[in-house]
């Protein structure tokens, strides 16, 4: 079991509030409109959900209709719980007939650890055990763990060793674990914005960890997104335009093993070494998913690789802060 991330809540529907619109479906909208809204926790995070529509039955539809889907997922991805087919997976090292959505989510994790290098790896887990498990004792050595543990535990790690199709999954090293909390809440919020198109939402932006946004804002401008700034997280640094795209970031300022900070979340599964090249990651996709994803792995990546991954993709882009605080900007 992880902890928590800081950076990262696992579902929050924001509508009302940034001024969702919802055309139903077959007639144009009035004036008047109905505000749902839920609150609550998912995976262990405060979680939140609004939706604004001019027929309040089906606005409870579509957030009941949301949070079904949720939960429905949290029995796939969650590490919070023991009876989930992640947790099984982790368990027994094999997994006969999984959930088709854990096999989607790793087909993208095997695009993405191709188009990075290996930097992408949902395999790190046995890596946080290792850090986690050193500083969690008392007379931890400030420098982590010896190299023979590192070494040791670098092993059991590496997307290569996972061989999965639709009729099983198998983790080829004894004490290999995978953790899916770099990509799944993206997928989750995919998985929620087809939801809400189908309940016949025009313009909306879902923020499930990472916001995406669907079409341009009501008004016909993009939406705003805020960046929290690096240095003061509970602040926003920079805000960006998007239309029909998902933002995610990744930030050294996150968890820390060490009281010193030293030994962040954001771990290399290629030298087992915590991030330190930027203070900040954001990237801009289409797809959520791929936005988590990428936003990890740039953070372990040189300039020149991010770059080059971009170009191969075609799409998207990348913000970075660097550890000395120059902003890069890198488009496809």
């Known amino acids: 079991m992880f902890p928590r991330l800081s950076r990262r809540r696992f579902i929050g529907v924001t509508a009302a509030a940034v001024g969702l619109g919802v055309v139903p479906f077959g007639r144009a909208p009035r004036t008047e409109a109905h505000l749902v809204t839920w609150r609550g926790q998912a995976m262990g995070a405060v979680a939140s959900l609004q939706v604004h529509h001019h027929d309040r039955a089906v606005a409870e539809r579509l957030v009941e209709r949301s949070l079904a889907e949720v939960r429905r997922l949290e029995a796939v991805f969650s590490l919070y719980r023991a009876d989930t087919a992640l947790a099984a997976l982790n368990r027994q090292g094999i997994l006969i007939a999984p959930p088709a959505d854990?096999?989607?989510?790793?087909?993208?994790?095997?695009?993405?650890?191709?188009?990075?290098?290996?930097?992408?790896?949902?395999?790190?887990?046995?890596?946080?055990?290792?850090?986690r498990d050193h500083f969690s004792r008392p007379d931890a050595n400030s420098d982590g763990p010896p190299e023979s543990a590192l070494r040791e535990a670098l092993e059991r790690v590496g997307f290569d060793k996972v061989t999965f199709d639709a009729n099983r999954i198998a983790l080829s090293r004894r004490g290999m674990g995978l953790t899916l909390n770099g990509i799944a809440q993206g997928y989750v919020t995919d998985r929620i914005v087809s939801i809400l198109h189908e309940g016949g939402i025009a313009s909306s932006l879902v923020d499930m960890g990472e916001p995406r946004a669907v079409g341009s804002?009501?008004?016909?401008?993009?939406?705003?997104?805020?960046?929290a700034d690096p240095d003061n997280?509970?602040?926003?640094?920079e805000t960006l335009n998007v239309v029909d795209q998902a933002v995610a970031t990744s930030g050294t300022y996150g968890f820390h093993f060490d009281v010193a900070g030293h030994f962040n979340h954001l771990l290399d599964p290629r030298t087992g070494a915590s991030a330190h090249l930027y203070r900040s990651v954001t990237t801009v996709m289409p797809s959520a998913m791929t936005a988590d994803a990428l936003s990890t792995a740039f953070s372990l990546m040189p300039i020149t690789a991010i770059a080059r991954t971009l170009r191969q993709l075609g799409e998207g882009q990348a913000r970075l802060t660097t550890e000395t605080g120059e902003a890069i900007a890198l488009p496809s």
């Open 102 to 131: 854990l096999v989607t989510v790793l087909t993208e994790c095997r695009r993405c650890w191709e188009l990075t290098g290996g930097a992408f790896d949902p395999t790190v887990q046995a890596l946080w055990t290792l850090y």
């Open 217 to 227: 804002h009501p008004s016909g401008d993009p939406w705003r997104v805020g960046i």
């Open 233 to 237: 997280p509970d602040r926003v640094g």
